[in-house]
């Protein structure tokens, strides 16, 4: 499911450029570091609480196009400055973490 | 009644042993369970910040009538700025806290929401001491 | 609801305590979190604890929180320790391969609320 169609129907908000033609086919939600580079996949969006600088090289390295941040997370200032130059997005919900993703589950999986 | 821990900083495998050990002490007593449940987790927070933060420390915890009191006292880098610290989100703990699950600048705000007294004093380079008091 | 479904919905493995015999209306809710300050915010008990974090901690958390399931997910082992901390404390503990993400999904399907 393309990105754009997923901030619109789940009502995130974008904080920054965001590649909206992004395809996502799933999701990795996870506040430990360690288990996201070691288990995330390319192309998955990544659903965190964590707002620090590492998220955004973390996410960069493995490829990520999208980090949300749940619970209308605010980013650190150089979380958002690492993903504007890695072309990370940083997307916002008012949501926990389990609602979010099981709204993002069930979206995604009704269309495969 | 009165309990005392000595709590080893760094060692997470017993962070969590003092705060388990006064639940079961209250439920002894039959206290209620929702003021149980915000006197453990203002502790569990307050051992958990020896255990990530300080070299050493010790907890006195003080069952009385009325009131339960928590005398929180580390040995430890102390706080630059209680205030900030205490602000949500702040944090100044390590990656490898942060990967026990802990470490998220939630700690002090989650004590001060269950305290009904919550103080704090920490001289830089020498450690922090932390008063709660839960009301019974 | 049934605890046996909610095993075989999320491939679990029941590892410390009998899980079945616990009543569903336990469980109205669910909740995510790797982190356990996140956790300790909780005012309702009646909930699941759903995490990626598998140490010691994770069962002390649950202890002070009030919360007697917790699936640990994304293939994490429960060690000996763990397990009998979970045990004093009456906290039943699921173990399943799948991701925290899939198992939101899955138990929000099968009707389980989110807390917030």
């Known amino acids: ?11 995130l908000v974008v904080l920054n450029a965001a590649n909206e033609d992004e395809d996502i086919k799933s ?3 996870s506040d430990l570091l360690s288990d996201v580079m070691g288990n995330a996949e390319a192309e998955e969006l990544w659903i965190t609480m964590q707002t620090h600088k590492n998220v955004a090289a973390i996410a960069s390295l493995k490829d ?36 979010f993703c099981a709204k993002l589950y069930n979206l995604i999986n009704c269309e495969l | 009644m009165e309990y005392l821990f000595e709590i080893e900083g760094a060692n997470f495998s017993v962070a969590g042993n003092a705060s388990s050990t006064i639940k079961r ?3 002894q007593r039959n206290v209620d369970p929702a003021k149980i449940k915000r006197i453990v987790v203002a502790l569990f927070e307050a051992e958990i910040n020896v255990v990530a933060h300080a070299d050493h420390g010790t907890i006195r915890v003080l069952i009385e009538e009325n009131q339960v009191q928590m005398f929180v006292k580390d040995y430890g880098p102390g706080i630059e700025d209680v205030d900030l610290a205490m602000s949500e989100g702040y944090s100044t703990a390590s990656n490898s806290v942060r990967e026990m699950g802990f470490g998220a600048g939630m700690g002090l705000p989650n004590i001060k929401r269950n305290a009904d007294v919550f103080e704090i004093e920490s001289i830089k380079g020498l450690g922090t001491n932390a008063h709660i008091i839960i009301y019974l | 609801m049934l605890m046996n479904e909610i095993i075989k919905l999320i491939d679990a493995r029941s590892v410390c305590g009998d899980v079945c015999t616990l009543s569903t209306d336990d469980f109205e809710f669910a909740f995510a979190s790797d982190l356990m300050s996140d956790v300790l915010r909780l005012t309702y008990d009646k909930t699941m604890l759903i995490t990626g974090l598998c140490n010691v901690q994770t069962i002390r958390t649950a202890e002070m929180a009030e919360i007697n399931l917790i699936i640990i997910c994304r293939g994490k082992k429960c060690d000996a320790q763990m397990l009998s901390i979970a045990k004093d404390c009456d906290i039943c503990l699921l173990e399943t391969d799948h991701s925290v993400y899939r198992v939101c999904g899955e138990l929000y399907s099968y009707g389980i609320k989110p807390l917030y």
């Open chain 1, 1 to 11: 499911m393309k990105l754009s169609e997923i901030i619109k129907k789940l009502d």
């Open chain 1, 27 to 29: 999701a990795y939600a």
């Open chain 2, 25 to 27: 002490a209250l439920k």
């Open chain 1, 64 to 99: 990520i196009p999208a980090v949300v941040l749940i619970n209308n997370g605010k980013p650190d200032v150089d979380m958002l400055e690492h993903a504007n130059l890695e072309n990370v997005a940083v997307l916002v919900t008012n949501l926990a973490c389990y609602e």
